[in-house]
C-alpha cells in the first residue's frame, strides 16, 4: 500500500516518503515516489493537496519555514458528515477550557507546570462532552499538557459518533513509524489529536506554584490583579498575555484555520488565557475587552466557521438542546443521522 508523508520542507524543497515505489501526485505533477524517499523542487503555494494512491496529504502553510506534517490519519477523505464527501459550506469549531486540576483546587498559580485534574474536573470534561455529543468532530487540537488532553480524552467518551480519538507522534521518525495505523477502515474510524505546546497555559514565571492568596497578600492585591488580568504586564519572568496571544494566536492561523478552511470541524481543548488570546482573536476584542473575559473550566463554547466569518454560538446547554441545532441546518442534519445511525 503506497503511504507517502510529507517529511519536511527546507525553502522551497519538500520531501515525501513512501513506503513503496510508487506514483504521487504534487500538485499537477506526477511523480514517483523511491522506497528510501523523494526529493522534490518545488514552488508550492501556500495550501495544497498532495495525493498518494487514495489517500490526500494535505500540506499546510508550505511556504513557512515550520511546516504541518500530515499523514494519512489526519487527512480524512472528508469531514464528518456522516460521511458525506462534500466539503460543507460551514463547519463547527469548539473550544474547551480543561476541567479542574489538582491546582485550579489548590489555589495555585500553574501556568505550563503539567497537573492532572480533579475529580471534579473528570466530571467536567465528562459533562462538557454530553453537550457537545452530537456536534461533529474531525479533528482535535490541545496544549501539551496533561489537563487539556484528559479533557479532550474524557468529553470525546461521550460523543455519540464514538469515533476513536488518538494523539500523533510526531517528535520523531520513529516516534510517527511506530504508531503508525495500517487499516483504512480504523483510520476512518479516528479522530487525530494533535498536541502542541503552543496551545499551553501562559507561562507564570515566577509566580507558578504559588499560592494566589498568599501572593495577593504578599505583594498587594493590585499588583497580584495586574499579573493576571492585565493585558501586557508580565508575571515575574512569565509570559503577560499578549505574549501568549502572539503564540496561540499564530498557531490558530496558521494550523487550525486552515484546517476549518478545508471543511474540518474542530475541537480545542485548552486553557483560560491561550483561550481567552484566541477568542479575542475570532470575537475581535479590543486588548480592553479581552481583559474582563473570564472562562468557566469545562464549559465549551460553539462557534460556527462560514464563509470565512467566526460565528459565536454559546455553549450548548445539552445534546438534545433545541436551541444550538437550530443554529445551523447542518448541525440539525447531523444530529439527526446520528439519531438514525444509532436507533
Ligand atoms: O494559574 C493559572 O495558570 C491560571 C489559570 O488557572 O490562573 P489565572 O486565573 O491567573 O489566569
Known amino acids: 500500500m503506497a503511504i507517502a508523508m510529507l517529511?519536511?520542507?527546507v525553502g522551497g524543497t519538500l520531501q515525501l516518503l513512501s513506503n513503496s515505489g510508487t506514483h504521487c501526485n504534487v500538485g499537477n505533477?506526477?511523480?514517483r515516489l523511491l522506497p528510501k524517499g523523494f526529493k522534490l523542487e518545488v514552488e508550492f503555494p501556500k495550501r495544497a493537496i498532495y495525493s498518494s494512491g487514495k489517500r490526500k496529504l494535505n500540506v499546510i502553510q508550505a511556504s513557512t519555514s515550520q511546516t504541518s506534517v500530515v499523514g494519512p490519519l489526519l487527512a480524512p477523505s472528508s469531514s464528518d458528515t456522516l460521511d458525506s464527501h462534500m466539503k460543507p459550506n460551514e463547519v463547527a469549531l469548539i473550544l474547551i477550557r480543561h476541567g479542574e486540576s489538582l491546582w485550579n483546587e489548590k489555589n495555585l498559580f500553574t501556568g505550563c507546570v503539567d497537573v492532572p485534574l480533579t475529580n471534579k474536573g473528570v466530571e467536567e470534561?465528562?459533562?462538557?462532552g454530553h453537550r457537545i455529543s452530537s456536534i461533529?468532530?474531525?479533528m482535535i487540537y490541545t496544549s501539551s499538557l496533561i489537563r487539556a488532553q484528559m479533557t479532550a480524552m474524557l468529553a470525546m467518551t461521550q460523543h455519540r459518533r464514538k469515533k476513536v480519538p488518538i494523539i500523533l507522534h510526531n517528535e520523531d521518525e520513529r516516534a510517527r513509524a511506530w504508531s503508525k495505523i495500517y487499516s483504512e477502515d480504523t483510520i476512518e474510524q479516528s479522530i487525530p489529536v494533535i498536541t502542541s505546546w503552543k496551545l499551553n497555559?501562559?507561562?507564570?514565571?515566577e509566580l507558578q506554584g504559588l499560592n494566589k492568596q498568599e501572593t495577593a497578600d504578599k505583594f498587594g492585591h493590585e499588583k497580584v490583579h495586574e499579573w493576571r488580568r492585565s493585558y501586557d504586564i508580565p508575571p515575574p519572568n512569565g509570559e503577560s498575555l499578549e505574549m501568549c496571544a502572539q503564540r496561540a494566536v499564530a498557531y490558530f492561523r496558521d494550523n487550525i484555520e486552515p484546517q476549518?478552511?478545508?471543511g474540518?470541524?474542530?475541537?480545542?481543548?485548552a486553557h483560560g488565557n491561550s483561550l481567552r488570546s484566541i477568542i479575542m482573536y475570532l470575537d475581535k476584542l479590543t486588548s480592553q475587552e479581552v481583559i474582563t473575559l473570564e472562562l468557566s473550566t469545562g464549559i465549551p463554547m460553539l462557534y460556527i466557521f462560514k464563509e470565512g466569518k467566526f460565528i459565536r454560538r454559546g455553549s450548548p446547554v445539552a445534546p438534545t438542546e433545541a436551541g444550538v441545532y437550530a443554529y445551523t441546518r447542518r448541525l440539525a442534519q447531523y444530529r439527526q443521522k446520528l439519531d438514525d445511525m444509532l436507533t
Not at 470534561?125 to 462538557?128: F, P, S
Not at 497555559?201 to 514565571?205: K, L
Not at 474540518?264 to 481543548?269: A, D, E, G, M
Open 7 to 9: 517529511q519536511q520542507t
Open 29 to 31: 505533477r506526477s511523480v
Open 125 to 128: 470534561a465528562i459533562e462538557a
Open 136 to 138: 461533529p468532530v474531525d
Open 201 to 205: 497555559e501562559r507561562m507564570y514565571g
Open 260 to 262: 476549518l478552511l478545508s
Open 264 to 269: 474540518k470541524n474542530i475541537l480545542i481543548s
